[in-house]
Structures are given as structure tokens and as C-alpha cells.
């Protein structure tokens, strides 16, 4: 196993807990952040009831979390995890395939910090790791147009003055920052578009959480359809 290069300074490993019902796909996740010295699985479970009852007691700093599984599926346990009601939210990382879509689209409203594909590399299972455990979200730019796109119509519309409300504390150019990342755009692509650097763009999105009181780039894109700031794909 080729060993994938920890993004940033040395630390404290961080600790993983992977949740999936299939036996080899939950070696090979075991196998591939075992590999990596920044990383140390602390745990493993089958189903979506082990996987809440096991985070609760190992504390892990990120849940790798499939979405079906036996008993509990793994929306359910996310929201049980990272939902608004959760005191001390757990980072959770859904990986699934693309037939699934609509529970994904479940599971980051339910809390998840970000998805990815089970048919994604080694190294962007370790990335993905590692950007939500640095306090990120992550959001594949492609699947997220689609996916947010086509689901928008489930998201209840505000009334005009909440919308309104919500984008009154932004400035016209954070506006248009959240816009871009409602679209599904990396801040490496934001940045190149507004031509501006990739750090101005992090500020930004800091300051567009702070100000909107939401946790992550997920509730960004989420609370941006809900308000109308982007159009859905016809």
C-alpha cells in the first residue's frame, strides 16, 4: 500500500471510526487509513446501531459511515450523530454510489459534514478524512450540482422577508461567494473565477458561516437553495 502523504503538520493521530455492513469494503477502508501514519482506526461497525453505540463510546474525530445498512440505516445514525439536536456533534462521512443520491441528500441534512463516492481513490477516501477532520466540509463539486439541484424542491421555501433577513448580512461580495459554493464550486475554482486568492476565499466562507450561524459548507449550500440564492437545474 502506497502511503498518501498527511496534508498537514504533525499531530496527534486522527481517529477513525468506519461504518459499513460489507465485510471487505470495511477491510479495505480499515486497510487504506491504517496505512496512513496521521490516521488510526479506532473502530469498526456493521450496522447503524453499533455505529451510534460505538461512537458514543470511542469518541472517534471522523465517522466514515455508509448510508444502508441492517437495522439502523446509516441517515438515521447520522442525524443521531451530527443532527441539530446532538450536544456534541460527531463528524460524519458518508461514502456511497451515485444510485443512492437522495440519501445522501437525507444524510447531509440529517448532519453529515460531506460524501463521497464508494468508487472514489484511496488518496480522496484519505483526503476527505482529513479535510473533515481539520473542520471542513466536503462537497464533490460535480455530484453536488446534481444532487442538491434535483432535491431543492424538497427543501421548504422561506417566506421573502426570512430570505431577505438571511442575505441582508452579507456583503454583495460574500453573496456571491456562497452563491458559487451553493453551485458546487471549489474554493480553487471560486477563487480562479472571482480572481481572488484561495485564502481570500476561505475568509470569506468563514465569515459567511459565522454571520449565517451554520456549522459547515454543507448547511451553506442547504440554507442558499432554501433561500432561492441559486437556480435549480430545469
Known amino acids: 500500500m502506497t502511503e498518501l502523504r498527511p496534508e498537514s503538520g504533525a499531530g496527534a493521530p486522527t481517529r477513525v471510526l468506519v ?14 487509513f491504517s496505512a496512513q501514519p496521521d490516521l488510526e482506526v479506532v473502530g469498526e461497525a456493521g450496522d447503524g446501531r453499533s455505529a451510534v453505540e460505538t461512537a458514543r463510546w470511542l469518541c472517534p474525530d471522523v465517522v466514515v459511515m455508509d448510508i444502508r445498512m441492517p437495522g439502523l440505516d446509516g441517515i438515521e445514525a447520522t442525524r443521531l450523530l451530527a443532527g441539530p439536536d446532538v450536544a456534541a456533534p460527531v463528524k460524519v462521512l ?7 443520491d437522495e440519501y445522501v441528500y437525507e444524510a447531509l441534512r440529517a448532519g453529515a ?23 471542513e466540509s466536503l462537497l464533490a463539486p460535480a455530484v453536488t450540482r446534481q444532487l442538491v439541484g ?10 421573502k422577508p426570512a430570505a431577505t433577513e438571511a442575505l441582508s448580512a452579507l456583503t454583495p461580495r460574500e453573496t456571491e461567494v456562497l452563491k458559487l459554493v451553493a453551485e458546487g464550486l471549489s474554493n480553487a475554482e471560486i477563487a480562479e473565477q472571482m480572481v481572488i486568492s484561495r485564502e481570500t476565499v476561505k ?10 450561524d451554520l456549522r459547515d459548507r454543507v448547511q ?13 437545474p430545469g
Not at 458518508?94 to 443512492?100: D, E, L, Q, S
Open 220 to 232: 451553506a449550500v442547504v440554507l442558499a437553495h432554501r433561500i432561492g440564492l441559486v437556480t435549480v
Open 19 to 32: 461504518c459499513e455492513d460489507q465485510e471487505l469494503v470495511r477491510a479495505g477502508y480499515v486497510t487504506i
Open 94 to 100: 458518508v461514502v456511497t454510489t451515485f444510485n443512492v
Open 150 to 159: 434535483r432535491f431543492a424542491d424538497r427543501i421548504s421555501q422561506p417566506r
Open 113 to 135: 459534514s460531506g460524501f463521497l463516492l464508494k468508487d472514489s481513490s484511496p488518496s480522496a477516501l484519505v483526503h476527505g478524512v482529513r479535510t473533515i477532520a481539520a473542520g
Open 203 to 212: 475568509t470569506y466562507v468563514s465569515r459567511i458561516l459565522t454571520k449565517l
